[in-house]
């Protein structure tokens, strides 16, 4: 019995996750679902539901099958994305509706037949709560629900109603984008949450054309990153307002940034688990604003944030050990367990050369890696 990843091979995270299961003996598999379909394929077979077995090929021919009967829970790290990858150039103009509407109908169905073949086993997180927690407005909403105060916002592509809103706050505003915004003909620019001011929202078709998220400016003693494994609660205080970069955006600034473990008082806590509980979150990561009131503001939750670099910049903070645990228990493994810390991970020289070895393989806009299961290798010196 164990843990079911969906992730890229590449992603630290879940290979992080993997090892230090493999150390306590707990099985898990990684299922990379990312260059679907045009260098990936999948096949399904609804008739033989009895052995739960889906068929995988990578593109060196390669024939593997899940052992679903054998899973006890989902880590839905990083999901298949909506749209299908194509590689358009063996795709006739005339062609291309009707591929990616059959690329994008497989996608619904390889969800829907994992969903229910596994529908007795967690899933972290709920495919609803996975999708439903995207939603801006959704969060704010229910935070507020849950007893958060959370900044003055407006969400809208009305010129007229943005610069209106602006002039109510003398401050200015802030920018953020509903999803990542990055250009592919510019690789690595992004746009990070950013702030906007009158002067900088007068064209009105580029305010109708991409709606957008504008909060009230929030005056910031610190801000906090709260990673949520079920029953733990893993806090860093983040000193986002000691330099001038990171002031508005920390996560700009992340390697820079000083971090030390933060007590969350009771209150604070008990509104974080009636926040989640009612977002159908069991994992997530929450960012926070302490002004300097000393009052604490909610931001948003992002339902599979970055963990590790908590611990990479702050040993004190045992996030690998955390979320470790919580799979561990998700798997029935209660009793207390010396999990290894993000340090002995990276120090792994089996797994740094796994590691390695798939990164080469790290997928460009037009070539991408196919579906695999993989299992990692055993830890040095184990097995």
């Not at 008082?265 to 929450?286: P, T, V």
């Not at 926070?288 to 009131?293: A, C, D, G, I, N």
Request: aromatic share 8%; with cysteine; charged share 20%.
């Amino acid at each position: 019995m164990g843990l079911l990843i969906i992730a890229p091979l590449r992603d630290d995270h879940a290979l992080a996750v993997m090892w230090s299961l493999r150390r306590a003996g707990l099985d898990s598999w990684l299922w990379d679902p990312t260059a679907f379909p045009s260098q990936g394929t999948i096949s399904l077979n609804p008739t033989e539901l009895q052995t739960h077995r889906l068929e995988v090929h990578t593109l060196k021919g390669e024939r593997v099958d899940l052992p679903l009967q054998h899973v006890k829970a989902v880590w839905c790290r990083r999901m298949m994305r909506a749209a299908p990858y194509l590689d358009f150039s063996h795709i006739h103009p005339a062609d291309l509706g009707f591929v990616i509407e059959q690329a994008s109908g497989m996608i619904r169905n390889v969800w829907d037949w994992l969903a229910t073949v596994l529908a007795d086993v967690p899933w972290v997180n709920p495919l609803n709560a996975h999708v439903e927690s995207n939603s801006k407005g959704k969060q704010l909403l229910m935070a507020q629900r849950a007893g958060f105060a959370i900044p003055p916002t407006l969400i809208s592509n009305h010129p007229q109603q943005v610069r209106a809103f602006c002039e109510q706050h003398q401050d200015g505003l802030i920018y953020k984008t509903f999803t990542p915004a990055s250009w592919q003909d510019e690789p690595g620019r992004s746009l990070p949450t950013s702030r906007v001011c009158l002067k900088d929202l007068q064209d009105d078709q580029a305010i109708q054309s991409s709606p957008g998220i504008y909060q009230a400016r929030i005056e910031k003693a610190h801000e906090l990153r709260v990673l949520v494994c079920g029953t733990h609660l893993l806090a860093a205080r983040i000193h986002s307002q000691e330099q001038a970069a990171s002031s508005t955006d920390w996560r700009t600034q992340q390697g820079q940034l000083r971090m030390e473990p933060c007590e969350l008082k009771a209150d604070d806590r008990a509104r974080i688990r009636s926040f989640m509980q009612g977002m159908g979150l069991a994992f997530g990561s929450l960012d926070l604003v302490v002004t300097p009131q000393g009052e604490l503001v909610f931001l948003e939750v992002n339902e599979q944030g970055q963990f590790l670099f908590l611990e990479s910049h702050c040993p004190a903070l045992p996030a690998l050990a955390t979320v470790s645990s919580f799979f561990a228990e998700q798997l029935g493994l209660h009793r207390p367990h010396p999990w290894p810390d993000f340090a002995s991970c990276k120090a792994d020289s089996q797994l740094a050369e796994w590691r390695n070895q798939h990164h080469r393989h790290r997928p460009t806009p037009t070539r991408r890696i196919a579906y695999r299961f993989i299992e990692p290798p055993q830890p040095s010196g184990q097995g």
